[in-house]
T-cell receptor, first 111, second 113 residues
């Protein structure tokens, strides 16, 4: 079993929809949780970062971590075609330690 | 600032040949990571270095894979001999000590036929 599990999708939504992307993890030592966005034929880039449990909002994006249930979520409001990408959740036990990634969820936002 | 630079971007090689992938991390970064990405397994950490010293190579799949970091601005990942199952995208990434995120290059797309 992978330490970070993620539904690969693909997930297709109409423009303007609210998108919910989710991951579960098994390592209780994970403290830092991130979402990376990866466009086709590009490297992943950091989108959101959260430490421990709680919510973090950045524009149309909200990251949520529930350590009691080992659940990580990313919400995208008013989704745009430019949000079409693969979204990878990641976690680690401390700064500069190795990141463990989920397999990624491919999102397609249609006009 | 230049990001993480990888070369070659694309490589097609025959089974049994040696493959060398190269990486230049972001200047000043202390950590360098090599990841492999496939559809089936996602992003997998192969090895990472701190201040040019290999810290954890437990993700290296087998002895055919080797990685070096002779100085702070250059690293190589070598596969010898290559096999079709090595076909994947190989990413190099770097980070600063104390940082919570890593910065990826654009990847080297390897196809072994």
């Amino acid at each position: 079993q992978k330490e970070v599990e993620q539904d690969p999708g693909p997930l297709s939504v109409p423009e303007g929809a609210i998108v919910s992307l989710n991951c579960t993890y098994s390592n209780s030592a994970f403290q830092y949780f991130m979402w990376y966005r990866q466009y086709s034929r590009k490297g992943p880039e950091l989108l959101m970062y959260t430490y421990s449990s709680g919510n973090k909002e950045d524009g149309r994006f909200t990251a949520q971590v529930d350590k009691s249930s080992k659940y990580i979520s990313l919400f995208i409001r008013d989704s745009q075609p430019s949000d079409s990408a693969t979204y990878l959740c990641a976690a680690n036990t401390g700064t500069a330690s190795k990141l463990t990634f989920g397999t990624g969820t491919r999102l397609q936002v249609t006009l | 600032d230049a990001g993480v630079i990888q070369s070659p971007r694309h490589e097609v090689t025959e089974m049994g040949q040696e493959v060398t992938l190269r990486c230049k991390p972001i200047s000043g970064h202390d950590y360098l990571f090599w990841y492999r990405q496939t559809m089936m397994r996602g992003l997998e950490l192969l090895i990472y270095f701190n201040n040019n010293v290999p810290i954890d190579d437990s993700g290296m799949p087998e002895d055919r894979f080797s990685a070096k970091m002779p100085n702070a601005s250059f690293s190589t990942l070598k596969i010898q001999p290559s096999e079709p199952r090595d076909s994947a995208v190989y990413f190099c990434a770097s980070s600063l000590a104390g940082a919570y995120t890593i910065y990826f290059g654009e990847g080297s797309w390897l196809t072994v036929v």
